[in-house]
């Protein structure tokens, strides 16, 4: 429909409402001034209002001119007091006024006429010989409304008796007309068309007439000329408007009557039809069709006339407003009544949407599961009651959810609906519905959350799709999970269930149900358990799939039936002796290939070892005379220093320098001189015991000591570093190693035979043992630490001390420390080093106490020691910080006299120094060298060393 004539459609309908809405509240305001305004009996009536009267075209218009004179007050209905009459023969004639603002003539001619000249002349033409019976015009300066309870008595009567007894009139300003027709010409031709009567209703329409020339030119006379102003300004919009295409003539039928259409059939009540100076004709009201109960749908129909008044359907529209519950089946009934048989709808299928009867038995067959299609209409229509100013015809859009086009329209003519909707009780949210050159169709979609047999409720999207046509009908809901369809299969009274097995999911689920109101699809997944499947049956599941799937069944379901646990177990069995002798095989040929790929790596290394073992040069020299050896030559290395320290035992590994260094592994390549020459100096390393780089970054006394010298480290990694326990690589700790094994050595110093060091280099390592680390730790910590020189002979207390701490101490001192003993938190005492001749101190910390600080004097031997507790505690020291000391009863360097100080445990001699353990950790196991006295103590933390 071309977009002229839809513009005019929808003033057409907005104009209606203006009318009822607005003559209301003017009507209001004239009663409540009447009272008062007019004590005359002669009304006093506008000029401009007068000459609108002169210009009717009507065979009475002079004869009405001389009855203005004899208007006569009289009696109004409501407590009106501004109401005239006159009469004379058939013609009527009332005055009703209120203020300036608001005066109306009404004339009825009160017998049966020929249609008077009142309109356009293509709707005059159209309406042809219609004759009209009780004809009332109004010429009103504004809007208004007129009850039956305001009429005059003689007024009342003629609406009783002509116009179905309603309970009010309304007008618009300017001319309007009203009257009982009796339709002719090409108009009841059209009406006859759609099965409906043109004698039997009320016709009312706007009245084309000439506009008085002081209201068209704005002015008016003498003392009235303001309100003329006025009042011509709406009057002169009011007569134009009745010249404008959109400007309608409705045909109203009784109250609550229904019409049986034809064109569709359905039953119309509260109807109204109009046909516009456009020639657009059309109707509206509350529709009723075969089907669909006593549902009524606000219905709108309309489609342009030709020239001479016909119809022929090539440009149409209907908006139809469907209540709340509404129903798929409803939609087909209603498309049903739209397969009308016409001539001029034949060539497009049938009726009014396109090849309706190709599809219309397939979708008959299809009612009851489309029962099962509940739409919500997300803007149920408000009721509408013809007649009723408080049920008002709803003009808003929002109200129409239903739409159907002619052929003008892209695949047209065709019908389309949109809401929420609701498929056997689960809310599928926004559905589509349409019907046309491809059938029928309605779909939608949303996450549905049903219980699936073993896997309980789950979530997933489910669509509904809906295709009816003449090759057949399908009604499916589908969804997926993790592989497997879920689909329901919808026939004429049954409905079928179907959830496929997948490798993942190895169990199907097959049900069937008859379709009712009160199927309810969660309950109907709820009861179905679901049967396993053969995953050897299901496409695609193979190998570690068709394993998981088989152990699915042998475990979470192996209560379901079908295909067995006992079934699926024994498949298992199979898959794990098959994978059984192909693991043992593969095994073997990587076992094989490994000794094979060993095999000729060693044969390399040997070959290797071998020409360097009879190599004759300074760096060999040197290997040697460190006491270190080649691991297959047969002899066992040492860690003696040697004369050039970077081959000492401990530093450099032939073997492992070899296997660390593929850039070296090529012929003609001398390790030992390599490593002399440029390895040590490139930061290469020479064996898993020893990183020069790595103890001198752990350790931040050496770091003083040496500046950035490697060499100088390595020389404190043997001159201290063995003995004081220092780990000397990230992959090896001699006192963890020390402390794992209880064969091992419980000595430190190199000098003894055999030491923790020696046992690794010459049995540990070649036998598997683990020397790593206890701790990776990195952080700042107190190094072990010695006090004291090389004489006596080493011990440990590691076999007592058992990885605890120091809680207590036994002492006995002369001038030097005579003899030590410790206790340790695991309630040990370890042995008695040196001699104890006088019991100096025997202290046990009390509970939660534990030693922090040893401040001590010592030189070739231990002079003096003292303790200092986590809790501040002094044991034989003053607690003075260590960066000042204490020497005996001796002046300190700017500091006050000690005498009044108590002593370190033992003599004055040595130099003073200070040992804090780690922060947050405790005074360790105690290891030193004694003989007749305490010749050295080594202090360590319990934590990292």
């Known amino acids: 429909m071309n977009s002229s004539i839809t513009a005019a459609r929808l003033s057409v309908f907005r104009t209606i409402k203006k009318t009822l809405i607005h003559a209301g509240f003017l009507l209001l305001g004239s009663v409540a001034i009447q009272q008062s305004a ?11 209002l007068k000459k609108m009267l002169g210009g009717l075209a009507i065979d009475a218009k002079d004869e009405l001119q001389k009855m203005v004179g004899d208007l ?193 059939p359905m039953n119309l009540s509260d109807a109204t039809f109009y046909i516009n100076n456009n020639l657009t004709f059309g109707y509206k009201g509350n529709a009723q069709f075969k089907g669909v109960g006593d549902k009524k749908i606000l219905i709108q129909f309309k489609t342009p006339l030709t020239p001479l008044g016909g119809m022929d359907l090539l440009d ?52 009851k599961p489309l029962a099962m299609f509940k739409v919500k209409n997300p803007n149920p229509p408000p009721e509408y009651r013809f007649g009723d100013a408080t049920k008002p015809w709803p003009d808003d859009n929002k109200y129409y959810n239903i739409a159907l086009v002619g052929p003008l329209g892209q695949g047209g003519p065709y019908m389309s609906s ?77 409905m079928s269930i179907e959830v496929n097995a997948s490798c993942v999911n190895p169990f199907e689920i097959k049900a069937s149900a008859q379709i009712n109101p009160t199927t309810d699809l969660a309950k109907l997944f709820e009861y179905e358990s679901g049967v396993n499947v053969d995953p050897s049956k299901i496409t695609g599941c193979i190998g570690k799939e068709l394993e998981a799937a088989y152990k699915k069944i042998a475990g979470e379901y192996k209560n379901l039936k079908g295909y067995t646990a006992d079934m699926a177990n024994k498949e298992l069995k199979k898959i794990a002796d098959t994978a059984a002798v192909a693991a043992k095989a593969a095994e073997d040929a990587e076992k094989a290939a490994a000794a094979e790929a060993k095999k000729q790596y060693e044969n390399t290394k040997n070959a290797a070892r071998d020409i360097a073992n009879k190599t004759n040069n300074a760096a060999n020299k040197a290997f040697n005379d460190a006491g270190n050896a080649f691991k297959r030559i047969g002899k066992k290395k040492k860690h003696k220093k040697g004369p050039d320290p970077k081959f000492a035992g401990s530093v450099f590994d032939w073997d492992y320098y070899y296997d660390t260094n593929p850039d070296l592994q090529r012929p003609g390549t001398d390790l030992t001189a390599h490593w002399k020459d440029s390895g040590f100096r490139e930061g290469r390393r020479g064996s898993l015991e020893f990183s020069a780089q790595y103890y001198y970054n752990r350790y931040p006394d050496v770091q003083q000591l040496c500046k950035g010298n490697m060499d100088c480290a390595l020389q404190h990694w043997l001159d201290n570093g063995i003995e004081l326990g220092r780990q000397g690589s990230p992959d090896f700790n001699v006192v963890d190693y020390m402390n794992r094994y209880g064969d091992v050595p419980r000595t430190l110093a190199p000098e003894d035979d055999p030491d923790a060091l020696e046992h690794w280099l010459t049995v540990g390592a070649d036998a598997g043992r683990d020397g790593s680390p206890a701790s990776n730790a990195t952080g700042a910590f107190s190094p072990p630490t010695r006090a004291g020189g090389g004489g006596g002979k080493p011990w440990n207390d590691a076999a007592q001390c058992q990885w605890n701490y120091v809680i207590g101490f ?66 034989g020291t003053s607690g003075i910080p260590s960066a000042f000391g204490k020497v005996g009863k001796s002046k300190m360097p700017g500091m006050p006299s000690t005498s009044s100080m108590p002593d370190l445990y033992g003599g004055t001699g040595g ?29 360590s933390s319990t934590g990292p060393r």
């Open 72 to 264: 006569k007050k009289t009696t109004c209905g409501g407590g009106l007091t501004g109401c005239y009459q006159t009469k004379s023969g058939p013609i009527h004639l009332y005055f009703f006024t209120s203020n300036n603002t608001q005066q109306t003539f009404i004339i009825v001619v009160d017998k049966k006429i020929a249609m008077p000249k009142l309109f356009g002349s293509k709707v005059q033409n159209v309406m042809g010989q219609t004759t009209l019976r009780s004809l009332m015009i109004s010429i009103s300066t504004t809007d208004f409304d007129l009850t039956t309870a305001k009429m005059p008595p003689d007024l009342k009567k003629v609406v009783n008796d002509s116009y179905f007894g309603v309970s009010s009139i309304n007008f618009s300003s300017g001319a309007q007309m009203a009257a009982r027709a009796d339709l002719g010409g090409l108009i009841k031709g059209t009406m006859e068309a759609f099965g409906v009567r043109g004698d039997q209703l009320t016709m009312r329409a706007a009245v084309v007439m000439p506009i008085p020339t002081d209201i068209a030119g704005g002015a008016g006379a003498g003392a009235g000329m303001a309100s003329d102003v006025a009042d011509g300004a709406t009057m002169k919009k009011a007569g134009a408007d009745a010249t404008k295409l959109e400007t309608f003539v409705e045909f109203q039928f009784a109250p609550n009557a229904k019409l049986p259409l034809l064109l569709p």
């Open 418 to 494: 949109a809401g929420e909707v609701a498929i056997f009780g689960q809310t599928m949210g926004w559905m589509e519905m349409s019907a046309g050159m491809n059938g029928y169709y309605s779909g939608a979609g949303r996450e549905l959350t049903l219980r699936l047999g073993p896997l309980g409720k789950v979530p997933f999207k489910m669509s509904s799709e809906n295709r009816i046509d003449q090759r057949g009908q399908n009604m499916t809901m589908m969804g997926n999970f993790a592989g497997q369809k879920i689909a329901v299969v919808m026939g004429m009274t049954q």
């Open 316 to 367: 149409f529209e209907f908006r139809m407003a469907t209540p709340a519950s509404f129903t798929l089946e409803d939609a087909a009934n209603v498309i049903f009544a739209m397969a009308t048989p016409d001539p001029r709808l034949a060539k497009y299928g049938g009726g009014f949407i396109r090849n309706i009867n190709s599809f219309k038995d397939p979708l008959l067959t299809m009612v």
């Open 911 to 939: 130099t003073f120094a200070s040992y804090t353990v780690t922060p947050g950790e405790k005074l360790g196991c105690m290891t030193g060298r004694s003989g007749s006295e305490i010749d050295q103590l080594i202090f």
């Open 810 to 875: 036994r002492i006995s001192v002369g001038d030097r420390l005579d003899g030590v003993q410790f206790l340790y938190s695991n309630n040990q005492w370890g042995a008695v080093h040196g001699t104890m001749k006088n019991a100096t101190a025997d202290v046990t910390l009390p509970a939660g106490q534990y030693i922090q600080r040893v401040d001590y004097r010592s030189g070739e031997s231990v002079d003096a020691v003292g303790f200092i507790t986590n809790t501040g505690k002094t044991y």
């Open 38 to 48: 007019y004590a005359s009996d002669i009304p006093d009536i506008k000029p401009a």
